[in-house]
């Protein structure tokens, strides 16, 4: 709401939220793909990134801005790695995995501004469990191939979605209107 109110068009793309890279047993289990076990284990991401640059195509969206929070970043990543260009990729609370450094890589030419914003005071329990899994050990809350790297101290995992005030000091709005 508070987008439309600064002047921003906002179209929702709401993706199922089905977490990738990490164990399961339901039936289905990405890992039994044929794309290969490093990739069928992100298929749930990979698919929700190509219906995101889909939804792009059909609304004409050519380069918009993109808000994603948690898990997707993996799906904003996949879309610019598909093709979609991205004119700022906002990130809030983005897991940073290593398994998916190649497709950062690939995006990282089509998001001409990517923000990666993080709480680091140990808050977000859920952007580190979010990491697990994904092939090393330890945490990283800075996404190397963003163009900023930003800390938003006490937010928590979510705070910044709905906290809109703490936006201004962080440079949010700047960066979306850019």
């Known amino acids: 709401m508070e987008l439309g109110l600064r002047g921003f068009a906002v179209f929702d793309f709401l993706w199922s939220g089905i977490l990738a890279g990490v164990p399961t047993t339901l039936p289905g289990d990405p890992r039994e793909s044929t ?3 490093d990739q069928g284990d992100l298929l749930p991401w990979l698919d929700a990134g190509e219906k ?3 939804y792009c195509q ?5 380069c918009p801005a993109v808000i994603c929070h948690s898990h997707g970043l993996q799906v904003v990543t996949y879309a610019a790695a598909r093709g979609q260009r991205f004119s700022t990729g906002l990130s ?4 940073v995995r290593r398994d998916m450094q190649r497709a ?3 995006a990282s030419g089509r ?8 709480d680091p005071t140990g808050r977000d329990t859920t952007i580190l469990e979010g990491e697990a899994f994904d092939g090393h050990l330890g945490w990283h809350l800075e996404l190397p191939e963003a163009t900023d790297n930003l800390f938003a101290p006490g937010q928590g995992h979510s705070g910044l979605t709905v906290d809109v005030e703490a936006w201004e000091p962080l440079g949010l709005w700047a960066a979306l209107a850019a």
């Open 58 to 62: 059909a609304n004409g969206l050519e």
């Open 111 to 118: 998001i001409t501004r990517w923000v990666q914003v993080t």
């Open 35 to 37: 794309l290969g076990a």
């Open 52 to 54: 995101l640059r889909l």
């Open 104 to 106: 950062r890589r690939a």
């Open 92 to 95: 809030l609370s983005g897991p």
